[in-house]
């Protein structure tokens, strides 16, 4: 029961270098999500997609890209990254949106230098 | 924005004494959850309750809705060490059930 995988769990960047942090569930969710969280801080929406084919911006999207590859993946893109970005970037992923409860991964903790 | 806003932010009580955490949005939802986050880790999640729902119970845990007031509370009876951690509440929204905001948070120590 592996439930939301992220990979990986630490990473450390370069001002400037882009990477993509990647997501899966074995629930078959429809929907799925991608967070931040900053240090005492609660979590704020990034993007997320409501189902395969779909996706949608959330409070703070700027900066980042998303990929929803198929039903169990969503990807997370950084494509410049900014010392504003370093943050724990939680998935999560759900049967139907806000209808239902939310399953999360164990998270990825990013700094940007 | 349709964010939550939890109150207090921060809470200390004694093992054994009832703790009380309120989240207030602005915009109408279709559902309000309930998440506790330990230290460093993942989301859990609590109670989920639907708009047209007042009161749900889960153990120790009891959650109203006023969707008048656009309020929700938390109620954690017969607190434990164990129950320390941050409370978040979450939202929809009633055009986009989909679009899940989280509020800032209710950090709650539990004292031995």
């Known amino acids: 029961n592996a439930g939301v995988t992220q990979t990986p769990k630490f990473q450390v960047l370069k001002t400037g270098q882009s990477m993509t942090l990647q997501c899966a569930q074995d629930?078959?969710?429809?929907?799925m999500y991608w967070y931040r969280q900053d240090p005492g801080m609660g979590l704020r929406l990034i993007y997320y997609s409501a189902s395969e084919g779909t996706t949608d911006k959330g409070e703070v999207p700027n900066g980042y890209n998303v990929s929803r590859l198929n039903k169990r993946e969503f990807s997370l893109r950084l494509e410049s990254a900014a010392p504003s970005q370093t943050s724990v970037y939680f998935c999560?992923?759900?049967?139907?949106?806000?209808?239902?409860?939310?399953?999360f991964g164990s998270g990825t903790q990013l700094s940007v230098l | 924005s349709q964010q939550g806003e939890e109150d207090p932010q921060a809470l200390s009580i004694q093992e054994g004494e009832n703790a009380t955490m309120n989240c207030s949005y602005k915009t109408s939802i279709n559902n309000l959850q309930w998440y506790r986050q330990n230290s460093g880790r993942g989301l859990v999640h609590l109670i989920l309750?639907?708009?047209?729902?007042r009161e749900k119970h889960s153990g120790r845990l009891r959650v109203t809705l006023d969707t008048s007031k656009k309020s929700s509370s938390l109620l954690i009876t017969a607190s434990r060490a164990a129950d320390t951690a941050s409370y978040f509440c979450a939202t929809d929204a009633q055009d986009s059930s989909y679009k899940l905001i989280f509020g800032s948070g209710t950090r709650l120590l539990v004292r031995p």
């Open positions: 629930m078959n969710h429809n929907s």
């Open positions: 309750i639907r708009s047209n729902e």
């Open positions: 999560a992923s759900s049967e139907a949106g806000g209808r239902e409860k939310l399953f």
